[in-house]
Structure formats: structure tokens, C-alpha cells
């Protein structure tokens, strides 16, 4: 079973409009990422959360926001959705911080219009 | 900063031939963890390798890589492809210290490994 698991698995959003992506896990980890993939860039960073209510800005921040409500949900927030923020986003979670291993869940294909 | 450098973007191999995959980095760290994470189309990334041990030989799935801390690389290596080994794979390392707040995965770009009949 999925351990990791995000919703939606694919969305087309309008620009400006706002676009909630969702992530829920089972591992009973502390720490979740979220990660923007761009062919070309690879993952990067936007967010992480090691705790529950509270979230930290990771290497790419700007557009997006995050909220950690529970140890098992960790959403992440576009306010003003823009074209540029078109890509593929992946939710992960882990163990512990450092040396741990990621865990993914299967992505959500973002496409702004 | 801390970096991971791909040098291929792509790699085409034929089956049943030896493939070797690219992957060195930069960093401070002085405890290192280094990853290969594979990514086969339209699924998540999945660890397939990990390692923190200097000149130790690491094998999963065919696959191996050995740190080098002296030539700061992390090279993926398998002696024979196979068609199901056609993926994304991302080379990444962390600061092995989990009391550390720079224990963040840097990946690099990634190398699109094709192979063919």
C-alpha cells in the first residue's frame, strides 16, 4: 500500500487562481517535503515540516506556501497560481533529518494556464 | 554551497552491455550520506542505493556504487543493462548528522538512462 499519497494526481488551474495540492502518509514520519520536478532542474526544494503547525522554506520558496495541520498532512499552497509554476510535484516524507532516506509519493502533474 | 553534479543528461546503452552513470559533488559536509534514487516513468522516485561509508562497495538490484571521498564521487555502475532499467535516476547527498540543520538532500539533475534491444 501507498505509504505516501497525494491528491490530486493531476490538475489544470487557471493563472492567478489558487490551487491547494494535498499529501497524507502513513509512515508515522516527522519530516515531509515537498519537491518540484522540472526536466532540467530535477527535484528541488520548496518546503519541509519536522513538526506539525509548523513549516520551513526549503531552496525555492517563492509562489508557495505550506501548511502542516497533522503529522500525517502536509499541503502545499499556490495563492496566485502563475505559468511558471507549471511541473510535475512530488510529496515525500522521512524518518529523520540527515542521511534519511526520502519516501515519495506518485506526484501531482500541475499545469497552469 | 553544497552541489551534485550529473554530467550526462542522457545515457543509451544496448542490452546486456555494461553502463556506468556520472555523479560527483561538492560540499562542507564532514558526515555525508549519498543516494541513487531511480524514477521509472510516470511513478515516484525510489531510493536504490545508499551509502556513507568511504571505498565501500554498495549493491542493490544489479547495481553498485562506491563513495570516494578522495575524487568526491558517487559514480552508478551496473555490468550488464537490462530494458527494465530504462528510468530517471538522480544522484543526492545529505549531512549525515540528524542533530544538523543542513541535513537537506541536494539531488542533481538527474540522467536519463535508455536501453535498447
Known amino acids: 500500500e501507498a505509504a505516501v499519497t497525494q491528491s490530486p494526481r493531476s490538475k489544470v488551474a487557471v493563472t492567478g487562481g489558487k490551487v491547494t495540492l494535498s499529501c497524507h502518509q502513513t509512515n508515522n514520519h516527522d519530516y515531509m517535503y515537498w519537491y518540484r520536478q522540472d526536466t532540467g532542474h530535477g527535484l528541488r526544494l520548496i518546503h519541509y515540516s519536522y513538526v506539525a503547525d509548523s513549516t520551513e522554506k526549503g531552496d525555492i520558496p517563492d509562489g508557495y506556501k505550506a501548511s502542516r495541520p497533522s503529522q500525517e498532512n502536509f499541503s502545499l499552497i499556490l495563492e496566485l497560481a502563475s505559468l511558471s509554476q507549471t511541473a510535475v510535484y512530488f510529496c515525500a516524507s522521512s524518518r529523520d533529518w540527515g542521511g534519511n532516506t526520502l519516501y515519495f509519493g506518485a506526484g501531482t502533474r500541475l499545469s497552469v494556464l | 554551497g553544497d552541489s551534485v553534479t550529473q554530467t550526462e543528461g542522457l545515457v543509451t546503452v544496448t542490452e546486456g552491455l555494461p553502463v556506468k552513470l556520472n555523479c560527483t559533488y561538492q560540499t562542507t559536509y564532514l558526515t555525508i550520506a549519498f543516494f541513487w534514487y531511480v524514477q521509472y516513468l510516470n511513478e515516484a522516485p525510489q531510493v536504490l542505493l545508499r551509502?556513507?561509508?568511504?571505498?565501500k562497495r554498495t549493491e542493490h538490484q544489479g547495481f553498485h556504487a562506491t563513495l570516494h571521498k578522495s575524487s568526491s564521487s558517487f559514480h552508478l555502475q551496473k555490468s550488464s543493462a537490462q530494458l527494465s532499467d530504462s528510468a530517471l535516476y538522480y544522484c543526492?547527498?545529505?549531512?549525515?548528522?540528524?542533530?544538523?540543520?543542513?541535513?537537506?538532500?541536494?539531488f542533481g539533475h538527474g540522467t536519463i538512462l535508455r536501453v535498447h534491444p
Open positions: 543526492a547527498l545529505s549531512d549525515e548528522d540528524t542533530g544538523a540543520n543542513t541535513g537537506k538532500l541536494t
Open positions: 551509502s556513507s561509508t568511504d571505498n
